[in-house]
């Protein structure tokens, strides 16, 4: 089945550090990919949707320059969490949807990230 | 607008008997809906979905859903509980008619737990 790889799985730095996470799909083209963020004990909550080749849709609230998406191939979407602070530690998940927009998104399996 | 209810934050119950987890859901269109469920520090694995075939859904690890129209719900059930089971489950609604890959709307999340 189709699988999302996410990278790193867990994270632990310093407050003011900008931080990476990557997110492939593994054997398929994703020309959407999703970016989520989940409080403990919490659902989901979409960040941002991101499109291959052109600029993410952030949702209401989310601060643009502060988590940058980088779309840059069918099979790779990278979410940066610039100038890190301990309220931005969190649980972030992303998911890609196929060019087939009738398969379900598949998930990453998360990547926790911790702010000191 | 689409909205999801998991009509209950936790369910316990013990190993061997039946799991009910209760999901309404509010749409404007026919909705695309999928239970998810969700192992700690892990990302989310798809149970089942329902695209508008079947109204009895059968998903993976002996776990099965109905979609009611009439009582707007896609309620998530299994005959016999495993201790495996335990975890955190979602009910999600993609609205935009049948298209199960666009933006999807979580529930609060049901946390099963089993007891031996």
């Known amino acids: 089945g189709a699988v999302v790889s996410q990278h790193p799985s867990r994270v632990i730095c310093k407050s003011g550090t900008s931080v990476k996470i990557e997110c492939r799909s593994l054997?398929?083209?994703?020309?959407?990919m999703f970016w989520y963020r989940q409080f403990p004990k919490q659902s989901l909550m979409l960040m941002a949707t991101?499109?291959?080749?052109?600029?993410?849709?952030?949702e209401q609230g989310v601060e643009k320059d502060k988590f940058l998406i980088n779309h840059a191939s069918l099979t790779l979407s990278t979410l940066t969490v610039t100038s890190a602070h301990p309220e931005d530690s969190s649980f972030y998940i992303c998911?890609?949807?196929?060019?087939?927009?009738?398969?379900?998104?598949?998930f990453g399996d998360g990547t926790r990230l911790s702010i000191l | 607008a689409q909205s999801v209810t998991q009509l209950d934050s936790h369910v316990s119950v013990s190993e061997g008997t039946p799991v009910l987890l209760r999901c309404n859901y509010s749409?404007?269109?026919?909705?695309?809906l999928f239970w998810y469920v969700q192992h700690p520090n892990k990302g989310l694995q798809l149970l089942l979905k329902?695209?508008?075939?079947?109204?009895l859904v059968k998903g993976i690890n002996g776990f099965e859903a109905e979609f009611k129209k009439s009582e707007t719900s896609f309620h998530l059930t299994k005959p016999s509980a495993h201790m495996s089971d335990a975890a955190e489950y979602f009910c999600?609604?993609?609205?935009?008619?049948?298209?199960?890959?666009?933006?999807?709307?979580f529930g609060g999340g049901t946390r099963l737990m089993v007891k031996p």
């Open positions: 998911s890609a949807r196929e060019v087939d927009s009738n398969q379900p998104q598949h």
């Open positions: 054997d398929f083209q994703a020309t959407t």
């Open positions: 991101s499109n291959e080749g052109s600029k993410a849709t952030y």
């Open positions: 749409s404007s269109y026919s909705p695309s």
């Open positions: 329902y695209t508008s075939a079947a109204t």
């Open positions: 999600v609604v993609s609205d935009r008619g049948r298209n199960a890959g666009n933006m999807l709307t």
